[in-house]
């Protein structure tokens, strides 16, 4: 391709050209997300709420720093980030990243989540 000024292309020269890079960029954006798995989330039960609760499995990362379990769960339409370290409580992520204290299960589909998390091994 010869090197052309600026000045020289036409308006729609230049809407042609948008438009292919749109379409470039658009293929680039559909190619990655048709080979992208989806997330596998597992359900775990109903909580004390009322709300449903799944696990999602592709999320459980193990800290061994903190001999521990990161793992985003979902109740009802929240989706929070949480820790354990396996002993029957866990911690909470706000928007922020801020971990709150520790908590005990108020049902048996947080306990199941805990222990699914703990005892989870990565396909």
């Known amino acids: 391709m010869s090197k052309v000024k600026r000045s020289q292309l036409t308006l729609e020269e230049l809407i042609q050209w948008q ?45 061994p720093r903190r001999a521990g379990y990161f793992f985003t769960y979902q109740i009802g339409n929240d989706r929070p980030v949480a820790f354990t370290n396996c002993d029957g409580q866990f911690q909470v992520a706000d928007r922020n990243g801020i971990y709150g204290g520790f908590m005990k299960p108020q049902s048996e589909a947080i306990r199941k989540m805990l222990g699914r998390a703990c005892t989870y091994r990565a396909r």
Not at 28 to 57: F, Q
Request: aromatic share 6%; glycine share 6%.
């Open 19 to 63: 438009a292919a890079i749109a379409d470039v960029a658009t293929l680039g954006i559909s190619a990655i997300s048709v080979h992208a798995a989806p997330d596998r989330w597992e359900y775990m039960g109903i909580a004390s709420t009322g709300e449903k609760v799944y696990l999602n499995l592709d999320s459980i990362q193990l800290e």
